[in-house]
């Protein structure tokens, strides 16, 4: 058992305290301490740390049961925290089920809307307002994919029975490139655009303000 109280100096505690987090947070933790109990054996189960983030990998023979690793392609990284959880649960079982697959990505798509300040209920009235918005020409395309491939007649969530993974997959990769051109893309314009010495800036607001 940890006990705080117990540590003998600060950087025990410190180590003390980061267990302690861990085991709160649920996540698998190696405490290298032998006790009473330790002299159990588990056979054809390893345990890895990262050298780099210190993180454990649970692995069960040749197969990596934790951290669950996902098949869809890495997340767009600006994605909402909200939106990048879905994400990655729909990753986690697109290879069991590629339909649950896609109706989360459906759902993550549909909340990506409303980050953009759309009402989020309804695709294709927010595809209509992003328009209005001066929205590219190919988001609006890669939205309204979104919107027909298998889901006419369905609400964000929902399961198609007759989605695949390759649905799955296209689905993935329009996320990704949605939030590429609506999040990180002006994200990395503002970025740049700030770092400008404050007289260029001035001067480039005064022209415009000419115009």
Known sequence: MLILENA????????????????????????TEVGRYAHLYLHNTFVSECFNCKGISIWIYDKLVYPQ???????????????RRDYDEASSILDLSPRG???LIRLAIQKLC????????????????LVSDGLNP????????????????????QIDLEDDRATAETLF??????????????KHVDEAYAKLPDGARKAIEERDADN
């Open 101 to 103: 697959s896609a109706a």
């Open 173 to 186: 990769r329009l996320l990704n490139l949605i939030a590429e051109k609506m999040i990180s893309e002006p």
């Open 69 to 83: 690793r996902g098949e869809a392609p890495p997340a767009n990284p600006d994605l909402p925290d909200a939106i």
């Open 8 to 31: 003998k100096d600060a950087e025990e505690r410190k180590r003390f305290s980061q267990l302690a987090d861990m085991i709160v947070e649920g996540l698998p933790v190696l405490n």
């Open 114 to 129: 409303k980050e953009l300040g759309k009402p989020g209920k309804n695709l294709n009235d927010d595809i209509g307002a």
């Open 138 to 157: 190919r988001i609006q395309k890669a939205l309204d994919t979104v919107r027909v491939i298998g889901n006419n007649a369905l609400h964000p969530g």
